[in-house]
């Protein structure tokens, strides 16, 4: 009886622990996956001069033509959506929005730039950019 109290602790203090190790690293996977969507929409720019018409059907938000729509990006169970959620002709916003096992993520959505600048929108207290892209 006293092997199991001590298995059942064990367990209630590791589950967690396990889970959230499991978010951060789909986190990171995802972190990868945005650098790579900015580099197909650099490639983009490269061809047509211009960030406008990177997403689905020629649009300039929503999902990307240019690249993979979620993470991971070998396939699996979708963790993140990706998204373009602003374009112009020089500029750009991208989006991963945690979806299914990774939607409770403390993070929340995390967003890049075309210059490089890393966010997090809708995270937990205590949860900041540094924190998230880690």
């Given at each position: 009886?006293?092997v199991?109290?001590?298995?059942?602790?064990?367990?209630?203090?590791?589950?967690?622990?396990?889970?959230?190790?499991?978010?951060?690293?789909?986190?990171?996977?995802c972190?990868?996956?945005?650098?790579?969507?900015?580099?197909?929409?650099?490639?983009?720019?490269?061809?047509?001069?211009?960030?406008l018409?990177?997403?689905?059907?020629?649009?300039?938000?929503?999902?990307?033509?240019?690249?993979?729509?979620?993470?991971?990006?070998?396939?699996?169970?979708?963790?993140?959506?990706?998204?373009?959620?602003?374009?112009?002709?020089?500029?750009?916003?991208?989006?991963?929005?945690?979806?299914?096992?990774?939607?409770?993520?403390?993070?929340?959505t995390?967003?890049?730039?075309?210059?490089?600048?890393?966010g997090?929108?809708?995270?937990?207290?205590?949860?900041?950019?540094?924190?998230?892209?880690?």
């Open positions: 009886m006293i199991v109290s001590i298995i059942a602790i064990i367990a209630a203090v590791g589950y967690p622990n396990y889970i959230e190790s499991v978010r951060k690293t789909r986190r990171a996977d972190a990868g996956a945005l650098a790579l969507l900015a580099n197909a929409m650099e490639r983009h720019y490269s061809i047509t001069g211009s960030y018409g990177a997403a689905d059907g020629g649009g300039n938000t929503g999902a990307p033509a240019v690249f993979n729509t979620a993470c991971p990006i070998d396939g699996g169970n979708a963790t993140y959506n990706l998204t373009i959620s602003a374009a112009t002709a020089t500029t750009y916003s991208l989006q991963a929005a945690p979806t299914g096992g990774q939607a409770n993520d403390k993070c929340g995390m967003t890049l730039t075309n210059t490089g600048v890393k997090v929108a809708d995270a937990s207290s205590g949860y900041d950019w540094q924190k998230c892209w880690r």
